[in-house]
């Protein structure tokens, strides 16, 4: 069982491995997943936590291991960072014969890039700064002001001519959404400037990467229309099935 005690979200994975397969050097011995789940906390972490371990059979699983920035300190469990956790995960996810020059992490809190070697281990980290604008909970807040929900918002393609929202800081982006709405701008634009300010972040995060083969994880990566303004600038952009999970996983 594995956990992510993430900023806005508990993750969950689930996998097993086949222990005949492990004394046998010719089989596969990759693990396999079986579940996963996704929890958001709205700050209250433990809760969520106590939550979701109530309806898993916690006594089945062999191991339990967590991760996470900061939450994962606070539980009695085995942990690492999420550094290693990445570095668990990308060989598991990435397409056969491909290399990615670096994995984006993109979650509620903060957006990173882990730089990889040709051996998918971490050479660098790259973070933006301290400011929410762009993050994943900044996106929510943003459409609950204006009472739209995620199911709108993924209806809307990233054709739709975005309106400019600053990303230079939350209260002035805040402020654009607010003026655009008022002055009748259609919401479908405010999204879509919003998604294009996030994937301008991530963009300018991989300046000193080349950008090709480049994977994303996080809650983040569910944002299609930010996707679809970051695949017209990266090729190859990798977003693995198992992005809201990754670091769990």
């Not at 709405?181 to 300046?207: D, H, R």
Request: net charge neutral; proline share 6%.
């Amino acid at each position: 069982l594995g956990l992510c005690l993430g900023a806005s979200t508990v993750s969950i994975a689930q996998l097993e491995l086949d222990r005949s397969a492990t004394k046998n050097p010719s089989a596969d011995t990759k693990p396999r997943l079986i579940d996963f789940s996704l929890h958001p906390h709205e700050g209250d972490p433990k809760k969520t936590l106590l939550e979701a371990f109530s309806k898993l059979n916690v006594e089945s699983f062999d191991r339990i291991a967590a991760t996470g920035r900061k939450f994962r300190r606070f539980v009695n469990l085995s942990s690492i960072s999420e550094p290693e956790a990445v570095e668990y995960a990308y060989p598991y996810v990435k397409p056969p014969d491909v290399h990615c020059p670096a994995v984006v992490s993109a979650g509620g809190e903060t957006f990173m890039v882990y730089v990889l070697d040709r051996a998918g281990r971490i050479s660098n980290v790259v973070t933006g700064n301290k400011c929410a604008s762009g993050t994943g909970e900044f996106f929510l807040q943003q459409l609950r002001r204006m009472d739209v929900s995620l199911e709108d918002a993924a209806q809307w393609a990233a054709v739709e001519q975005p309106h400019h929202v600053s990303g230079r800081c939350s209260v002035f982006c805040k402020s654009d959404c607010t003026h655009a709405t008022n002055k009748g701008i259609p919401k479908s634009q405010v999204t879509a400037g919003l998604c294009k300010m996030m994937a301008n972040k991530i963009l300018e995060l991989l300046k000193k990467v080349d950008r090709c083969n480049i994977m994303i994880t996080g809650g983040t990566a569910r944002n299609g229309m930010m996707i679809e303004y970051l695949r017209q600038e990266i090729p190859g952009l990798i977003v693995p099935g198992e992005a809201p999970y990754f670091e769990a996983l």
